[in-house]
């Protein structure tokens, strides 16, 4: 039996007034839980180029300055994602919910105060942030 493909995530950190931005998900996976705006790295794109797309994509939010911030490898039961992450340097826009089929809506939550439902796949990367860690391996 094969190994099902390692997929490769780009988030991104809109931090505004010591706030920072998460959607709360619908549909499937992970349905109900808060998580950064991002996505699936694409097929011939940069990593930047895909977190800004994932961001404006996501949120209608728009940023040309992007700063890399860690790399997490997070091989789970059934899926294995290497997370590249990235912090809005700045940033022009609103956050608005311009996915219905996949976010209910968007929120700023101080950095230490989130929310406890963190979508599973998002959970190790605010303590990463926080401590200001450039890399997480398989733990």
């Known amino acids: 039996m094969m190994n099902p493909p390692v997929k490769i ?3 991104v950190f809109v931090i505004r007034d010591n706030k920072v931005l998460f959607g709360k998900r619908i549909g499937k996976v992970g349905h109900g839980t808060w998580c950064l705006p991002g996505g699936h790295f694409e097929y011939g794109e940069s990593l930047m180029d895909a977190a800004k797309r994932e961001l404006r994509e996501e949120t209608g939010i728009i ?11 997070d091989p789970e039961e059934h899926t294995h994602y290497v997370h590249i992450n990235f912090l809005a340097k700045d940033f022009q ?14 929120r700023w939550f101080e950095i230490d105060q989130l929310p406890e439902d963190i979508f599973s796949g998002h959970k190790k990367f605010i303590p990463t942030f926080l401590r200001k860690l450039t890399f997480v391996d398989k733990q």
Do not use: M, Q
């Open 63 to 73: 940023s040309d300055n992007l700063e890399f911030v860690h790399i997490i490898n």
């Open 93 to 106: 826009g609103e956050a608005e919910v311009t996915e219905p089929d996949k976010f209910a809506e968007w």
């Open 9 to 11: 995530g780009v988030n």
